[in-house]
């Protein structure tokens, strides 16, 4: 029931909404290190201009109701702000609910508690025992955030609670035990609570490079469990996972367009292991409310993948199921303005990721079967981390700080401030050189007239000093364009190097 | 005969200890990428404090007896200190015994010459041919350190030798050859000799996140051999090891307890690839003479181990055998107390990281019986090395910097050291924010009187500004707490930032 | 026909030689995060020098002649600088001809379109289809890194066409489809244009080393495609390599010593993957060209493969087709002068490391064939960048910043000068050291003339003082020595730390 706290919410936030501006007195305690989770809380002061907004005098009563219909959205959509900001306030108990939800959310990068009672709805019509399991995992992985005193943002913002949800859901999709075979929940625990360790540990490599830790806890955990147990395990057997030895019998008359149209929900519900196509259709509803551009992304992806399963002469059972989709699903949405400011060298970027991604699937699932296990989210981590690390000399491609990174359309906003700024630096610079110009223009042409007074009186070497001053000019005109770039270069270098300072 | 030796050495101490204090001029130069390959052997001035306290005068005989039994069991206990410092003076031949037998207890982070001999001694006893391959790989990989011009300290801690050791001794263990085959000798040498090579890589990667090289060089070095050269090798056959492709038959009434309770010591044997109990024994003893944390927790950890072992349904004969032991002591030991400051918080987090070991253990062992490879010591190395790497919010959880690792009873001698400073700094800042609030205070009085007088003349908005002043003390208070946490988290990020200085 | 543009070439640099020394306004910005792909392009200011040498007064004919020649090839051999220079203002359409045939031969570290273009004729040699594949795969390289906007010296290099050569031939090497399937042009084009994104990647992470990027984003690619694929792929079937399961039968004397022979041109020709002996000839004489230092290494490391092969029991079958030489072709061409200036150490350090990686690359291959892959060039790249990552205390195993690296011969040109400077800075060291002793001389002559004014009044303490003065003399001395190797290290540290200033 989303509604009946809902509606208390904004009961008490129209009342408080005065105030918000004056209470907002950051508590995020910034550490560097514990940044590079996924996506960061961290609210700048922007959000107060936000607040500010809906004080404009009210005009007539359709635009009012507009205004309050877009206030109301912007209580639930996006990261839910001012529901955070109100939550701090509450019980613990309350609070780790809300800190489960965006858990479960925060697979997906959305930072938003309803979109994650969605995607627990989802698993419910999935399997009940797996949606269990599932929220035993994010429950204890928040849990044992809290007891190794991790920081206080980042486990309100879910960040230590997603790999929790994948870990249960996953061991329990992956067991071969059968469903409510109880005595899985004790590794399912135990691993839970390592992936704030896994987490934290990897943070510290991973934030020397700006990067997020994203699912990787995930992987090894879930790995580990099914590689240490395995398929003849007495008390936790997996599932048996099987290297191809064949040709696969790919024939295209057999292709079954409404089933490889349903791939592309499937393929979104197969980042929580579902292959529902409703569970993904309810999936795609939970992005949609925080992001559209998240949503958009996630579906191109599953339709990338499906592409790129086709195009590798994938067995079509494995294309229906969705196994070719949910990383690039991932993948796209990371790439897609999530951790690049979206622009339209970005999107293509994110597009070229998820064929990446698609081939980088298949190769790692080979390589797994090997040893018995599934390819997890391998691919869509090690494609998004690669694609995160690129270095490029143009601006189009920028890639916002891991601290900065919110959800995509808060992410375009901060790049075209930050863009505005570049503007405004760089007419600065201009307008100085010009002023520098006409300075020496004049300094010139005053020497000129000297010269002239002393030619007057003899001697011509003069010249030569007057055309040097003329070449000083030509290169400063040069330089500018290399300051210009210096801007750029000084700014990716603030972001790269910032854990240093 | 290590008795002839250590008489020779105290009497030699007795005479010159009173001028040691004055004669220790640190020559340890201090590179710090050398550092990070297990424990360090610099020596701070403490160690002048240390000598002193003997120097008090003795009252009755027997505290003069209690004293002088303390005085030579410092001799031997500990990493041997003084006895380091006099074999500095001696030929280089006799030096690097001392480095080959410190190089062989470094195994179990010990730096101590009496404990490699007694490791030597529990070596011989299990079998003659693989104690001299031990003895050769040491040898030979402290050479090589030499030749390639290593950290003269490192090398005299046996940093360079302790992995030798193990490659020696595995290449033994592991050769389907049979014993006495002496062609070993010259791939165990060659790669023995590629061990400080391979340290010294490593400690440049892992010298950015302030962590050593623990056994990596030997785990890359043997299983580069073993794969290289396989089951099926004409001139080194290894022994075959395979996958597990069925259930195996777990009964619990065939538990056999004596030899349950056997595989502790077994454990902490196979440690240097022996399965003789007594060896295992020995081995106990030559990790209490040097540090008695070090050798509870080394029985922990291989208890552990045996009791993941059971839970994890693993075959009873892998459990007798040890192989669920030895890297949870590794593990076991190297978090609670060596590189971290032991306090129960740390204890604990020791037995997580010896479980997690063993779950580890279990997982790399099946992966790697696809190549046919052992899993050596990597459970240890990549669950210990993900222990170090652990950020968190409280200070019970303190990571020694690598520079100062020497053994836990020292270690925490420095993290009480430094706790008490902290303090001291703690109450330093409570006093000036006290004398600050003071004289605030009495500004305010001031301020009262003065407004007082005005009021006399006429006014009220001064009471506003009184009410400001109240606020910003508030808020001093409540830095106060934050100011704190600063100089922890300075601490820390002196510690970790230091390769950058 | 590359007389033809030489001869232009020539014409028009001996026009403008004299002009050359005032055009060259370094154009190349030197961005951090791109240098570390393999060798650099950057040139300092030195080469203006080189110009001014042949402007000495030609005394006899036979002299001018000698000098004519040496500047003849000083247009052809190294990294043809200015060809290079004079390329800048030609059509992109040429230039990018010129890139990948540089491209071509950098995959030998050789930055030279000469080179390229007979290692070009050499894959004519082996295979039209395996030479239309790489040459696709060059120029895709080059392409997608100038859509990326890499940096354009780089590109110039060819640093990003070697990996694409590679991804190109090795693709059609490994494919079961027989030649001129065409339809493999298409992963082969995405493959490629995935090089610069991958290099990019992993120059961001090896950056923090100041170490290059190697071969590593073909090795990546490559194995990513055929285990992608697989054997039993419909599309793209990739031969079929499986793990030995039994012991080759290998009797010395069917030693084929002529074939034996033959292996070590073989070993150099399967860096491109060919195993025809006379390609593998003409990739000698294309070494031999650009670097004769580069030239022997490849032979040498060649033949330590050769004999390597044969002490680890290997197939003879397997040594002749030179699948045991072309890592340690790579490798000791990399150690030997490329990346180390080339001393007599390195020179030694070069042939251990060819030892070394002919070791791993059984191991790899060994674990590869467990997933049906070829071991291509990790064990370079891996047994490299172990060797590349030692620090030691010696100066006679110098490393070069990747910044300057160029080719053999001349980054021994800036050891020496950087040599000549540390002497330089030594005995300014000496010097002052000197003053400074002689002036506490006459301080201490001085005052033991007023010691002895006070001794005729009365006192015998003095003398103390005097001594304590002779003391510290002695301690100044013994710290020469020590800041002599601070000098060194202060240089290490530089090169080491360049990335966080």
Redesign the interface.
């Known amino acids: 029931m989303p509604e009946s706290y809902c509606t208390e919410d904004i009961q008490k936030l129209i009342n408080c909404s005065t105030s918000v501006s004056s209470t907002t007195t950051s508590p995020a305690?910034n550490?560097l290190?514990?940044q590079p989770l996924m996506t960061e809380t961290e609210h700048d002061s922007k959000h107060d201009g936000e607040e500010k907004e809906p004080k404009q005098p009210q005009n007539n009563p359709l635009q009012g109701m507009m205004t309050c219909a877009l206030k109301l959205v912007s209580y639930f959509s996006g990261d839910m702000y001012i529901f955070a900001k109100w939550m701090e306030n509450q019980f613990l108990l309350v609070q780790i609910i809300d800190w489960v939800l965006r858990g479960a959310a925060q697979v997906m990068f959305v930072n938003n508690p309803l979109s994650g009672l969605i995607i627990f709805a989802g698993l419910i019509l999935q399997n009940y025992w797996w949606a269990l399991n599932g929220f035993v995992g994010t429950l204890f992985a928040t849990i044992s955030a809290l007891i190794?005193?991790?920081?206080r943002g980042a486990i309100a913002a879910g960040l230590y609670g997603y790999n929790g949800i994948l870990v249960g859901l996953l061991m329990a999709v992956f067991s071969n035990a059968g469903d409510w075979y109880w005595w899985l929940l004790l590794p399912n625990i135990?691993m839970s609570m390592?992936c704030p360790?896994?987490s934290?540990?990897?943070?510290?490599?991973n934030s020397?490079?700006d990067l997020p830790v994203f699912t990787l806890p995930f992987n090894i955990l879930v790995?580990?469990?099914m590689?240490?147990?395995?398929h003849?395990?007495?008390?936790?057997?997996q599932v048996l996972i099987q290297p191809?030895?064949?040709?696969?019998n790919?024939t295209w008359d057999e292709l079954d367009l409404p089933k490889l149209f349903m791939s592309v929900p499937v393929g979104i519900g197969q980042v929580y292991g579902c292959d529902n196509p409703w569970t993904g259709g309810i999936f795609i509803i939970s992005l949609f409310i925080s992001s559209p551009i998240t949503c958009v992304h996630a579906v191109l992806g599953s339709t990338v993948g499906m592409v790129a399963g086709l195009?590798?002469?994938a067995p079509f059972g494995d294309i229906y199921f969705g196994l070719w989709g949910y990383n690039c699903v991932l993948a796209c949405i990371a790439i897609g303005g999530m951790f690049y400011a979206l622009t339209w060298q970005v999107h293509l970027l994110a597009i070229?990721c998820a064929?990446?991604c698609a081939?980088?699937g298949?190769?790692i699932a080979?390589?797994m079967a090997?040893?018995g296990l599934p390819s997890c989210t391998w691919p869509f981590c090690l494609s998004a981390?690669?694609?995160?690390?690129?270095?490029?000399?143009?601006r189009k491609i920028f890639k916002l700080p891991v601290a900065k990174v919110t959800y995509p359309e808060k992410n375009l906003g901060f790049f075209w401030n930050l863009k505005k700024q570049w503007k405004m630096e760089k007419e600065k610079t201009k307008d100085e050189q010009e002023a520098i110009q006409e300075e020496s223009i004049l300094d010139e042409k005053e020497k000129l007239r000297l010269e002239e007074r002393r030619m007057e009186e003899g001697g011509g070497e003069s010249v030569t000093i007057v055309n040097e001053n003329d070449e000083t000019n030509v290169s400063d005109q040069e330089q500018q364009g290399?300051e210009e770039?210096n801007v750029r270069?000084t700014n990716v270098t603030e972001i790269t190097?910032a854990d240093?300072v």
């Open positions: 305690t550490f290190e514990l190794l005193q991790q920081n135990f390592m360790i896994v934290s540990a990897l943070a510290s490599i020397r490079w790995c580990l469990h590689v240490a147990t395995g003849f395990n007495l008390y936790f057997p191809r030895t064949e040709t696969p790919i195009a590798l002469a070229v064929f990446f081939y980088l298949s190769a080979n390589v090997t040893f981390l690669t694609f995160l690390l690129i270095t490029t000399e143009t290399t770039q270069s190097h240093y």
